[in-house]
């Protein structure tokens, strides 16, 4: 198995507070997506980081060795639409409760 901690960078600081209603639709898909990632065991938690600076997102993968997160994450409705952009930082270890 590999793990990932994958950071969605929104294209802009104050993304949240000015979506356009386009946004909006994706912003309601991505979170779609990511829970259906969630119910297939792929991802074991997600959320939005409120940082001062800007908030971004937060997901924790859990993938097969032959799975690969770039085609993953590049399959988000955001990315899709050119709205944000991931990075991947490859995790040694990950524990979970469930």
Request: glycine content about 8%.
């Amino acid at each position: 198995m590999k793990n990932y901690l994958c950071q969605f960078i929104p294209p802009r600081a104050d993304f949240l507070a000015t979506m356009s209603a386009d946004e909006q639709q994706w912003m309601a898909a991505h979170g779609a997506f990511l829970n259906d990632l969630m119910a297939q065991g792929l991802i074991v938690a997600h959320g939005p980081v409120l940082d001062p600076a800007g908030a971004y997102g937060v997901s924790l993968y859990r993938i097969a060795d032959d799975q690969d997160i770039d085609a993953l994450t590049a399959r988000d409705p955001l990315v899709r639409n050119g709205v944000g952009h991931y990075v991947h930082h490859p995790m040694l270890h990950l524990a979970s409760r469930a």
